[in-house]
């Protein structure tokens, strides 16, 4: 399937599922929900809560997937880092207002974090995409002087450090910058390589990564019921993006829209770029 170089209503749709099952995490994880879940009295809704709650680390994988894909191909623009740190600015500035008009209080630290990449580097999207993106033309000057075997030789030491310790000899091995960019290379490489002429199924293969992933969760809750652990320990499978299974559900998902042959829809791609845009917005505020 020949695939054009503009983000068509694919892309789009992929990105207004990925801000979906990002807010949904969200609302599962910082809604309170969390702390009364106890795999010794599971209830339905609190499996509902487990089960949703996978799709923020998920969201966050295909996001920069997605800036790798059409990045790699891209130059750097000057006014587009200016007009999205004005813009990031500007509604962070109308949030806090409005925030502390209602109630809610700051310090002086809170403050400074609605400045992109003011203290808030190591645990913000839109800060670690802005330094990638910064950073691209020179990314993208290495990634396009490898070969495949040397660009499969970097993924391969990047994902065995990051997702395989991580996952399996639970080694602390998350770093948002790093992680960033390694998403930001298996995007590329998967343009450069036209990974989505693959023949397989990548739909059922996403089904089958999300059931893993949910199977793990159950796995975990019964681990804490039968053994009598004293905490839960289900987040460990969805708690970082390059947990193994979460990657391969971001690529699974994205390859497999990439082959979907969506026409242009305008109201697609129109809703696409304000909900990114919104998350993009609302990533730096830090309520305390």
Same mark, same amino acid.
């Given at each position: 399937? %020949?695939?054009?170089? &503009? @983000?068509?209503? #694919? !892309?789009?749709?992929? @990105?207004?599922? /990925?801000?979906?099952?990002?807010? $949904?995490?969200?609302?599962c994880v910082n809604s309170g929900f969390v702390e009364l879940i106890n795999p010794k009295i599971l209830t339905g809704n609190m499996l509902f809560v487990q089960f949703m709650s996978i799709g923020g680390k998920v969201g966050v994988n295909i996001f920069f997937l997605i800036s790798g894909y059409f990045m790699i191909n891209s130059s750097m623009k000057w006014r587009k880092v200016f007009q999205l740190v004005f813009q990031i $600015? *500007?509604? #962070?500035?109308? +949030?806090?207002?409005?925030?502390? %008009?209602?109630?809610?209080?700051?310090?002086? &630290?809170?403050y400074l974090k609605i400045i992109p990449l003011i203290f808030d580097v190591p645990e913000s999207f839109i800060s670690n995409y802005i330094v990638v993106y910064l950073l691209s033309p020179f990314i993208n000057k290495a990634l396009k002087s490898f070969n495949k075997k040397e660009y499969s030789y970097l993924l391969l030491v990047l994902l065995i450090y990051f997702c395989m310790l991580h996952t399996f000899f639970n080694q &602390?091995?998350?770093?948002?910058?790093?992680? %960033?960019?390694?998403?930001?290379? +298996?995007? /590329?490489? !998967? @343009? &450069?390589?036209? $990974? *989505?002429?693959? #023949?397989?199924?990548?739909?059922?293969? *996403? !089904?089958?990564?999300?059931i893993l992933t949910w199977v793990e969760i159950l796995l975990l809750d019964f681990i804490v019921f039968k053994f009598d652990k004293s905490q839960s320990i289900w987040c460990f499978a969805i708690g970082d993006a390059n947990k193994i299974n979460i990657f391969l559900l971001a690529v699974s998902i994205f390859l497999y829209f990439l082959r979907l042959n969506i026409r242009c829809i305008k109201s697609v791609n129109y809703v696409g770029g304000v909900l990114h845009s919104a998350y993009c917005y609302g990533m730096p505020i830090t309520i305390s």
């Amino acid at each position: 399937m %020949a695939l054009e170089i &503009k @983000r068509q209503s #694919n !892309i789009e749709l992929l @990105r207004i599922i /990925a801000m979906f099952i990002i807010v $949904l995490h969200h609302y599962c994880v910082n809604s309170g929900f969390v702390e009364l879940i106890n795999p010794k009295i599971l209830t339905g809704n609190m499996l509902f809560v487990q089960f949703m709650s996978i799709g923020g680390k998920v969201g966050v994988n295909i996001f920069f997937l997605i800036s790798g894909y059409f990045m790699i191909n891209s130059s750097m623009k000057w006014r587009k880092v200016f007009q999205l740190v004005f813009q990031i $600015l *500007s509604i #962070n500035i109308l +949030v806090c207002i409005f925030l502390s %008009a209602i109630g809610y209080s700051y310090g002086f &630290k809170d403050y400074l974090k609605i400045i992109p990449l003011i203290f808030d580097v190591p645990e913000s999207f839109i800060s670690n995409y802005i330094v990638v993106y910064l950073l691209s033309p020179f990314i993208n000057k290495a990634l396009k002087s490898f070969n495949k075997k040397e660009y499969s030789y970097l993924l391969l030491v990047l994902l065995i450090y990051f997702c395989m310790l991580h996952t399996f000899f639970n080694q &602390k091995t998350w770093h948002y910058m790093g992680w %960033a960019f390694t998403m930001y290379c +298996v995007g /590329a490489y !998967i @343009r &450069k390589y036209d $990974l *989505s002429k693959l #023949n397989w199924h990548f739909g059922w293969i *996403s !089904i089958g990564f999300v059931i893993l992933t949910w199977v793990e969760i159950l796995l975990l809750d019964f681990i804490v019921f039968k053994f009598d652990k004293s905490q839960s320990i289900w987040c460990f499978a969805i708690g970082d993006a390059n947990k193994i299974n979460i990657f391969l559900l971001a690529v699974s998902i994205f390859l497999y829209f990439l082959r979907l042959n969506i026409r242009c829809i305008k109201s697609v791609n129109y809703v696409g770029g304000v909900l990114h845009s919104a998350y993009c917005y609302g990533m730096p505020i830090t309520i305390s």
